[in-house]
C-alpha cells in the first residue's frame, strides 16, 4: 500500500484543519488506518485509528473530542478531522496502515505515508 497525506499547514489556537491520506495498491477495506504524529524531539505517538469497516474508532486521551477519524473506502482515503487545536498539537503527522484494530504500537502497522507538518500557533 502506498499512502500519500496531505492536508498539514499554519492554524491559530482553537482553528482546525482535516488531513487527509490517500491509498493506493491494494485492497484498502482490508486495513485498519492510523494516524501517528511526532514533534520533535519526541518519540512518535498514535493518535486515532479506524478499522477495515469504519465502524470503530479509537483515540489517545489528549484528542478525544477534538479529533475525529474516518475513511471512505469507495475512495481509498482515511481523514483526520481537527478541532479546536492546540499548540501541543504541534507535529508532523503520519498515516499508516496494518492489519491489527487498534494498535497503539508503530512497530505493529505495515505501511506509512510521508507526513504532513501540523503547526498551531498561539
Known amino acids: 500500500v502506498q499512502l500519500q497525506a496531505s492536508g498539514g499547514g499554519l492554524v491559530q489556537a482553537g482553528g482546525s484543519l482535516r488531513l487527509s491520506c490517500a491509498a493506493s495498491g491494494r485492497t484498502f477495506s482490508n486495513y485498519a488506518m492510523a494516524w501517528f504524529r511526532q514533534a520533535p524531539g519526541k518519540e512518535r505517538e498514535f493518535v486515532a485509528a479506524i478499522s477495515g469497516g469504519g465502524s470503530r474508532k479509537y483515540y489517545v486521551d489528549s484528542v478525544q473530542g477534538r479529533f475525529t477519524i474516518s475513511r471512505d473506502n469507495a475512495k481509498s482515503t482515511v481523514y483526520l478531522q481537527m478541532n479546536s487545536l492546540n499548540p501541543e498539537d504541534t507535529a508532523v503527522y503520519y498515516c499508516?496502515?496494518?492489519?491489527?484494530?487498534?494498535?497503539?504500537?508503530?512497530?505493529?502497522?505495515?505501511?506509512w505515508g510521508q507526513g504532513t507538518q501540523v503547526t498551531v500557533s498561539s
Open positions: 499508516a496502515a496494518g492489519v491489527y484494530y487498534p494498535d497503539r504500537d508503530p512497530n505493529r502497522y505495515d505501511f
